[in-house]
């Protein structure tokens, strides 16, 4: 009977309030995009530039602590209760620690980090000034994100929705206060002081839960995944997002060897993509969970059936989003900036963006399937051939070389995340029908 449950409601259940905080985080982005883009034009590219290496840090992070989600909810699969509050604890630790290395590390790298790819000085300055201030902000978002992947794995993610719009907020009305004053390291100071509300508000709400004790919130010590079960997940998971979203802060950098116009179109446009990549990332989530419990209960039919429901739900919600994007191209471009020759160009573009929807959602969504199941390295591998060796080269060649500007980076995103997710379901089709078991191991 289990073996022919259905997963679309209970995947339903937990992926919509985690797209929406997935979508909360992604906001934070685009409110700072729209009041600079609007506000202080001009300082779009330092922006841009600014984001993108401190985007591969805080990816590579999230990827890190990815084991809080996948051992928790494995844990609850398994009967152990406390178990889940053993991988928020250790989970917390790894956030604070790695939020603290990857802030040091942009501040020693400084302006160096942008010349070292050919950014002209004009540029590297400002833009190095926006990431040492957001740099502030990635151990309070880390700290945010363990303990989301806690709650989601508890089957309550609305609790770090709520948190998480609300941060929306304090984002908002800081960036309408700073950034006409201070353009984009305004905006980025925004960002600061909304991940203060962000970390803060989440880890009391965790320690209020009412059934906190049963999860073992308030204790230091119960028997739960290591750090060492932590990290074999983990450390997977990072170098398979530090990669992506390195070669993603690459595309930038291309961009901004041709020119600041082409910087700010392909921000923008990245961002919209970023945007509807949080419904992929939050039904990976509800995948990842459901998954992660059938294994803890060893039962690899229901964690095939979870799996293939999270990849087809994931595909409709991708194919409507691409005809909303293609509905409303023109208003999206006005929306994002008052640069009316950006705003046409950024229309132009919306139906190779829409392309890139489906396998972009697709790959995540199988990824993080092949993750809750043990399988950790070969989606990382993928990801390096896809993202780090194909997308790059592509991209330079159809924007650089050949002239196509923001279209050539996009039909690079394309093209190397149809690879990605080919990769990734055939992988994923091959351990289905298999039928078998990881072998799991907690120390």
Do not use: C
Not at 38 to 45: G, R, V, W
Not at 139 to 151: D, E, N
Not at 258 to 267: E, F, H, N
């Amino acid at each position: 009977m289990a073996a022919t449950r259905s997963f679309v409601a209970p995947l339903l259940r937990i992926a919509g309030p985690t797209a929406l905080a997935r979508l909360g985080i992604i906001g934070m982005g685009l409110v700072d995009v729209i009041v600079v883009g609007q506000l202080t034009p001009d300082e779009l590219p330092h922006q841009a530039l600014g984001w993108a290496p401190t985007a591969v840090f805080v990816v590579a992070a999230i990827g890190l602590l990815q084991g809080v989600q996948v051992l928790a909810a494995r844990a609850l699969g398994e009967g152990n209760t406390q178990g889940a509050g053993v991988a928020l604890r250790r989970g917390l630790v790894l956030a604070l620690v790695a939020g603290v290395a990857s802030a040091l590390a942009m501040w020693a790298a400084g302006e160096n980090l942008f010349t070292l790819f050919g950014i002209s000085a004009e540029l590297a300055a400002p833009s190095s000034r926006v990431m040492a201030v957001l740099a502030l902000s990635i151990p309070l978002h880390l700290v945010y994100i363990a303990g989301t992947f806690f709650l989601e794995a508890i089957k309550k993610p609305g609790i770090s929705t709520i948190v998480m719009w609300g941060a929306n907020i304090v984002n908002l009305v800081l960036n309408l206060w700073w950034v006409p004053e201070h353009g984009a390291v305004g905006s980025a100071w925004a960002t600061v002081g909304a991940r203060v509300f962000l970390a803060g508000a989440l880890l009391l709400w965790i320690v209020l839960l009412r059934d906190g004790a049963t999860y073992g919130v308030r204790k230091l010590s119960a028997e739960g995944p290591s750090y060492r079960a932590l990290l074999a997940v983990g450390v997977a998971a990072a170098v398979s997002q530090a990669v992506e979203a390195g070669a993603f802060s690459a595309m930038t950098v291309i961009a901004g060897r041709i020119s600041a116009d082409v910087v700010s179109g392909y921000q923008i446009i990245l961002n919209l993509l970023a945007l509807i990549f949080m419904i992929a990332l939050g039904l990976s989530a509800a995948t990842a969970v459901l998954v992660s419990e059938a294994i803890g209960r060893r039962s690899p039919e229901d964690a095939a059936r979870a799996g293939w429901t999270g990849i087809g739900v994931n595909a409709i919600g991708m194919v409507l989003a691409s005809i909303v994007v293609l509905i409303f191209a023109e208003p999206i471009g006005r929306l994002y900036t008052a640069d009316v020759a950006l705003a046409a160009l950024i229309a132009s573009l919306m139906w190779i963006a829409s392309l890139a929807t489906l396998p972009d959602g697709t790959q995540v969504v199988v990824a993080a399937a092949l993750r809750a199941r043990g399988d950790n390295w070969f989606p990382t591998f993928s990801h390096i051939v896809s993202y780090a060796i194909v997308m790059p080269i592509l991209g330079y060649w159809l924007a650089e070389h050949q002239g196509m500007g923001v279209a050539g980076l996009l039909f690079a995103i394309v093209w190397s995340s149809v690879l990605s997710g080919v990769i990734l379901l055939l992988r994923w089709g091959a351990l289905a029908r298999a039928k078998t078991l990881p072998v799991i191991t907690e120390n």
